[in-house]
């Protein structure tokens, strides 16, 4: 007699185990799973990716090029200063002079973060951005006969895979740095780059941006950010003196922070983590300003904490809106009490602007002190052209550094937080 099903009161259906297994043959003849001319590109650079050493990614990257009959590929990598667009050496690349970043094509992708496509006599050249979590690492460049649809498609995802290999292979060597660096850096300098995040970070609810000035020469000036679930972390600091004593400071001081946030401790407690450890290691004259702010971005509501810094500017609608002035307590380092924490709610397209006091209290042509009001006229002018947070940013320092003459007597550091909402 036939088994029968528990829930069943006959016998339970006969299977084909013939006919089940020519169902899932069937299925097998009716799914294509074939090598696609889009999937060999792009599986060329992942099957290489794992074990590809530093300086043959330019050699890969020409091979894919070749393959998609493309003609005079370049990879090229933002300078230190944001300047220009620097050419990675490779054999199958094509090298040339760095490109500036204003008032080229390249540039426009770079500054914009989407491809530019030029019409020329041999083709189109297509430059791609090299975007890897929304921080632009440098452009893809490449000319083609004619381009469509299907090659942009392909082209962004190779771009895609390029630069998220650019970031990976980095860490294993010298070439990226040296390639990005066109003058001599400060030991100083070289010690405040290594602690940085990557210079932007663009997500759907939050844009962050920041600049060093002068690159190569920076001291005590530094920032960092984690966007840990929906709750972004920023801190900017800036410690006293200049040179490697302030160097190493501002070391201690990213330490220390990045110790007591990923310990998920408050504002309050970050402050007093921070301010010990300043303390203990560098005595009771020795001190780092900081502004420390937590955003949530499901809400837009901002919380800061303000030791001896210069206050945050708070843009809407493209205008300066406030100085958002608010209680504060003494530099890290110098046994301040515990600080009070403020609260703002944003609204979204708002943009928080925090800078160290280097930008302002430099002087211009003349000896006239640069000045917060200077500053806001700057961001105003900045913010009508509505373009994205990086390029604000940019832009901004780079405006400011012209109208003190080209000169920088102080660490200028700003960095520009956006929520999306």
């Known amino acids: 007699m036939a088994p029968t099903h528990p829930l069943s009161s006959g016998p339970a259906p006969a299977r084909s185990v013939t006919a089940e297994g020519e169902g899932r043959a069937a299925g097998r003849r009716r799914t294509d799973r074939s090598e696609s001319f889009g999937e060999a590109l792009l599986g060329k650079i992942l099957d290489s990716a794992h074990e590809l050493p530093p300086h043959l990614i330019g050699p890969l990257v020409a091979d894919v090029m070749e393959r998609l009959g493309g003609r005079r590929p370049q990879v090229l990598l933002q300078d230190y200063g944001q300047l220009v667009l620097v050419p990675l050496p490779g054999e199958g690349l094509t090298g040339g002079e760095p ?31 090299l975007l890897d979590g929304g921080d632009q690492v440098g452009v893809l460049a490449v000319t083609l006969d004619s381009v469509d649809d299907d090659d942009r498609r392909l082209l962004l995802r190779i771009s895609g895979l390029v630069a998220d290999l650019l970031v990976t292979k980095h860490g294993y060597s010298d070439l990226f740095f040296d390639v990005r660096r066109d003058e001599g850096m400060s030991v100083a300098a070289e010690i405040q780059w290594s602690l940085l995040p990557p210079l932007a970070m663009i997500m759907p609810r939050v844009a962050v941006a920041g600049i060093l000035e002068p690159a190569y020469d920076v001291g005590g000036d ?50 007093a983590f921070m301010d010990r450890a300043v303390a203990e290691q560098f005595g009771p004259e020795q001190f780092v300003t900081a502004q420390m702010l ?22 809407r609608d493209h205008r300066v809106a406030q100085r958002l002035v608010a209680p504060t ?68 320092s780079h405006t400011l550094k012209r109208a003190r003459g080209g000169q920088t007597s102080d660490d200028a550091t700003l960095l520009m937080v956006e929520w999306r909402g």
Request: charged share 20%; net charge negative; proline share 5%.
């Open 329 to 396: 307590t003494l530099p890290v380092g110098l046994g301040g009490s515990e600080p009070r924490v403020s609260e703002l709610g944003l609204v979204p397209g708002d943009r928080v602007l925090c800078f160290t006091d280097g930008v302002v209290e430099e002087h211009k042509r003349g000896g006239e002190e640069f000045g917060e009001d200077q500053l806001i006229d700057c961001v105003n002018h900045l913010e009508r052209t509505g373009r994205g947070i990086r390029a604000v940013t940019r832009s901004l």
């Open 294 to 315: 937590q955003l949530d971005t499901t809400t837009g509501r901002v919380q800061w904490v303000n030791a001896g810094h210069p206050p945050p500017i708070l843009v």
């Open 99 to 129: 490109q500036a970043i204003d008032g080229s094509a390249a540039g426009r992708c770079f500054l914009d973060a989407v491809p530019v496509e030029v019409p020329q006599e041999d083709g189109v050249r297509i430059h791609l951005p």
């Open 222 to 271: 530094s920032f960092d950010y984690a966007l840990n679930g929906d709750v972004l972390h920023v801190v900017m600091i800036d410690a006293m003196g200049h040179g490697l004593d302030a160097a190493t400071m501002a070391t201690v001081a990213i330490g220390a922070y990045r110790h007591a946030r990923r310990s998920g401790v408050g504002l309050s407690e970050i402050y």
